[in-house]
């Protein structure tokens, strides 16, 4: 796939950069503000592929990111199963028990282990949706090279 | 009461596309606009007159909240709906490249 | 408040029938996502930010998606002559459509009137929900502490869905 023109890539360098910020912002943020995993990991997701639109894939190894965000995916969820399961080893024995102290509701290092769940749900979301988009990219570019 | 009969109209609107229509990305948007109904029904059900945003405030202990339940419930539903729209998706492109046509009819003579 | 819910799904209907009777395919993409951009207003007015913020970075990213997938197929609406299978089909639907209306209009009489829920299941979320998650978004609250289960079962289905996606272009069929 071709890239757009000269206008459309300076203008995505300068935005691209803050749309990742703003969707890491929702993710750690998700315990005090309206957001979390689900709604950050989708906009993380969003900037990446404004990034490939407008710049084309003839520069990238394509199965080689599509690799790399696979195993980001079933990484995100098995840390935050593994998690879970530490519930089941300290203090009450039950699963998803929340375990780490929960300080004061308000301030940004609180809410026990509520944080660590929205960061890696928000990781499994993100690579889950830019394997999905990179799937389709390949399976089109293939079918054109023949 | 109206609001509940208007989103069961819009639930109905997208069964008449999924019964009645031939073309494969016309089915899938009907199946989308089903989805859309049935999160804004779940939305419906948890409002409550002068409620607030449902994240506690210290300065304003005795608020009255919007039912948090149904609001969890939908956000996971998004993002899942997200995903298998995109998996549709890919099965007609698939199917478009084998067959060359979106018509349901002709693919079913197609094969027999 | 129900005024301003009203006029906004009824542009959502007009739009969703026109997604379902245009001629080309792009308008047809394009008036759905009327349908998922008036939802964003409908979440705002219900005073669900968190789900306003999903959707409408959903609905963009299936937009490009679709847009995508139909660019790369063909365009035109498959109208050939007209079917005697037509027929049958609206029948059928509007039959399904009058029996499937009168069963939800019943079943209207049990709910609680719009706006004065019980919350019969949320008030022990509620109460007190603050102290025990130590959470104070209340919807993240319950969404990793009480409901826990549930979000695994769904992040279980994303992953499901993508490894689907990946099976059905991935793999290399026979020539």
């Not at chain 1, 960061?119 to 399976?139: K, N, P, R, W, Y």
């Not at chain 2, 069964?15 to 899938?28: Q, S």
Request: glycine fraction near 8%.
């Amino acid at each position: 796939m071709k890239g757009m023109t000269l206008i459309v890539k300076k203008t995505t360098q300068l935005i691209a950069g803050i749309v990742f910020l703003y969707g890491i912002y929702i993710i750690v943020h998700g315990h005090l503000t309206p957001g979390g995993g689900f709604a950050g990991g989708v906009i993380v997701a969003g900037s990446f592929i404004l990034l490939i639109l407008a710049y084309g894939s003839d520069f990238m190894h394509l199965t080689r990111e599509e690799t790399g965000s696979t195993i980001t995916e079933n990484l995100g969820i098995l840390l935050a199963l593994m998690i879970a399961l530490a519930g089941m080893i300290t203090g009450i024995k039950v699963f998803f028990f929340n375990w780490l102290p929960h300080g004061t509701v308000g301030e940004l290092v609180s809410a026990g282990v509520i944080p660590l769940y929205n960061i890696f749900v928000g990781m499994e979301v993100a690579a889950s949706i830019l394997t999905i988009f990179l799937a389709l990219l390949i399976f089109k570019e293939e079918v054109t090279k023949w | 009461m109206v609001v509940y009969l208007l989103c069961f109209i819009l639930f109905l609107v997208g069964l008449y596309g999924v019964v009645t229509r031939r073309n494969l990305v016309k089915i899938v948007i009907s199946l989308s606009i089903m989805e859309f109904s049935v999160f804004l029904f779940l939305a419906l059900i948890g409002y409550v007159h002068d409620g607030v945003v449902p994240i506690v405030d210290p300065a304003n202990p005795d608020a009255r909240y919007v039912d948090p339940l149904p609001q969890a419930m939908v956000l996971t539903a998004i993002v899942i709906g997200l995903a298998t729209t995109a998996m549709l998706m890919s099965v007609i492109i698939r199917i478009y490249r084998k067959y060359k046509t979106l018509d349901i009819r002709e693919i079913k003579n197609l094969r027999g | 408040m129900e005024l301003a819910l009203s006029v906004i799904l009824v542009l959502m209907i007009l739009g969703a029938l026109f997604a379902i009777h245009a001629k080309d395919l792009l308008s047809a993409v394009i008036s759905c996502s009327i349908v998922g951009y008036g939802l964003v207003i409908c979440f705002l007015l219900l005073r669900a930010p968190d789900l306003a913020i999903v959707q409408i970075v959903v609905e963009t990213i299936t937009l490009v998606i679709m847009v995508a997938v139909v660019l790369d197929s063909t365009r035109q609406e498959p109208f050939t002559k007209p079917d005697p299978h037509d027929y049958v089909a609206i029948a059928t639907a509007l039959l399904l459509i009058v029996s499937v209306f009168f069963l939800l209009k019943a079943a209207t009489g049990s709910l609680d009137p719009f706006g004065e829920g019980s919350m019969r299941m949320a008030k022990h979320y509620i109460e007190g929900a603050a102290d025990k998650t130590g959470s104070a978004n209340l919807v993240t609250g319950v969404i990793f502490d009480f409901r826990g289960y549930d979000t695994l079962g769904e992040a279980t289905v994303l992953v499901t869905a993508v490894l689907g996606a990946l099976t059905i272009l991935r793999i290399r069929g026979k020539k």
